[in-house]
């Protein structure tokens, strides 16, 4: 009976997390990070004052919990890719990165850190360390391993992490932010993730 009643909270507790991190999205989203308050995301979410504190004690706290959530793959425990192919292994991780950048709130969430990091420049680094940071160092992991292989010769494996990520989001993200109904297809994202793959493998793929 304990263990039940002890699963029942846990999973009470989810679920107002989650509903606190949904309702927090909407919220800064639409007022920004300074014009939104605990008080609100609170109503918002439906749970009491106490209830978020005690999940979240400051809004810095929801931030970086948004931040994760927003960010994560949805398969974060799945392994790397086995070395010894590059492209496969890139690919996998090209459509990982891109169905990331594709999200709808991915565009606000960069622009409340654009906008508000004068006034909050620790929004920045948040979103840097939390979001982008662990999926670059996994894809970073992956492409040392290949120069360790011996399949491909990475010597700069950061640089080359950054050339990769960057060729996908020039494409499919950061149009987003400057041009109105930017929104490519399914085969145009896919068609941009092949070229990054095909570009990589001709730089650094061992023959």
Excluded: C
């Amino acid at each position: 009976m304990a263990t039940r009643t002890g699963t029942y909270h846990q999973q009470l507790a989810q679920q107002k997390r989650a509903a606190i991190i949904s309702a927090a999205t909407g919220l800064f989203l639409d007022n920004g990070y300074a014009g939104t308050s605990l008080a609100g995301i609170a109503e918002a979410a439906e749970v009491s004052k106490a209830t978020l504190f005690k999940q979240f004690p400051t809004k810095a706290n929801l931030f970086e919990a948004m931040v994760t959530e927003h960010w994560s793959t949805g398969d974060d425990q799945r392994p790397a890719p086995q070395t010894g192919d590059l492209e496969r292994g890139l690919r996998e991780y090209g459509r990982r990165y891109a169905a990331l950048m594709s999200r709808p709130e991915m565009v606000g969430l960069y622009r409340i850190v654009i906008a508000e990091m004068p006034r909050f420049p620790a929004l920045a680094t948040t979103h840097f360390d939390l979001g982008k940071m662990p999926f670059f160092e996994s894809v970073q992991r992956y492409l040392a391993a290949e120069h360790d292989a011996g399949t491909a010769r990475i010597e700069d494996p950061v640089m080359a992490t950054t050339q990769f990520m960057g060729m996908i989001s020039n494409y499919i993200f950061w149009p987003r932010l400057l041009v109105v109904g930017w929104a490519p297809t399914t085969a145009e994202v896919d068609s941009a993730v092949d070229d990054a793959v095909a570009t990589m493998g001709a730089r650094y793929r061992l023959r």
